[in-house]
């Protein structure tokens, strides 16, 4: 089990900047896959950003180049910088861990953090 914790969420206007943070607990963080999801009123949720256990990225094409997920497994924390910030940014944002263990996923979630991007 991992319990996942988001913060950093809030309004900001166009162009600005926030940082999010999930904190993780329950187990050994360094061996998730993590990821930053957001849902949209109305949209489905879709993948930010992913990180692997071994530090490869991978980004969504709407926010490659703004946004930066990073991990400090010291910490036990993921963190999804975001920078130029849209108002189509704007969405709940949650944090993601998943595994494999054979031949079974085991995915968990945060709670969420909202972001509003406005003027």
């Known amino acids: 089990q991992v319990q996942l914790v988001e913060s950093g969420g809030g309004l900001v206007q166009p162009g600005g900047s926030l940082r999010l943070s999930c904190a993780a607990s329950g187990s050994i963080f360094s061996i998730y896959d993590m990821g930053w999801y957001r849902q949209a009123p109305g949209k489905q949720r879709e993948l930010v950003a992913a990180?692997?256990?071994?530090?490869?990225?991978n980004y969504a094409g709407s926010v490659k180049g703004r946004f930066t997920i990073s991990r400090d497994n010291a910490k036990n924390t993921v963190y999804l910088q975001m920078n130029s910030l849209k108002p189509e940014d704007t969405a709940d944002y949650y944090c993601n861990a998943a595994r494999w263990v054979g031949a079974t996923r085991y995915v968990y979630w945060g709670q969420g953090t909202q972001v509003t991007v406005s003027s």
């Open positions: 990180i692997t256990s071994g530090g490869s990225t």
